[in-house]
């Protein structure tokens, strides 16, 4: 059974970056789409970056543009989302998800789920 863990998350200061891992334990990565959620405070949660089986990706969040990257290390079942110049409102709870096929911005269609790591973003 697919088991997804988040690691790399915590402190950073505004404008600053951070490097988030998603890895993957029951199976490989390679035939699922992963992508990457995340969860403020009294705000619903969001898409932000998807990268699917053949390594192409979709952004979801619009604010990720040129600042957000997200990739595959398949010899390591590893997804990374790259986070840089982060600012107070990029702190939030993210997720990593998977599901099988290609990417969807419908978080409802994952099927595995990480348990979540915090990012804050404070000076």
């Known amino acids: 059974q697919l088991q997804l863990v988040e690691s790399g998350g915590g402190l950073v200061q505004p404008g600053g970056s951070l490097r988030l891992s998603c890895t993957a334990s029951?199976?490989?990565?390679?035939?699922?789409?992963v992508g990457w959620f995340r969860q403020a405070p009294g705000k619903e949660r969001e898409g932000v970056l998807c990268?699917?089986?053949?390594?192409?990706?979709?952004r979801i969040l619009d604010s990720a543009k040129g600042r957000f990257g997200i990739s595959r290390d398949r010899g390591k079942a590893t997804v990374y989302l790259e986070m840089n110049t982060l600012t107070p409102q990029d702190t939030a709870e993210y997720y990593c998800?998977?599901?099988?096929?290609?990417?969807?911005?419908?978080?409802?269609?994952?099927?595995?789920w990480g348990q979540g790591i915090q990012v804050t973003v404070s000076s």
């Open positions: 998800a998977a599901r099988t096929g290609v990417c969807r911005p419908a978080e409802r269609t994952y099927e595995y």
């Open positions: 029951g199976s490989t990565l390679n035939n699922y789409a």
């Open positions: 990268i699917d089986r053949s390594g192409g990706s979709i």
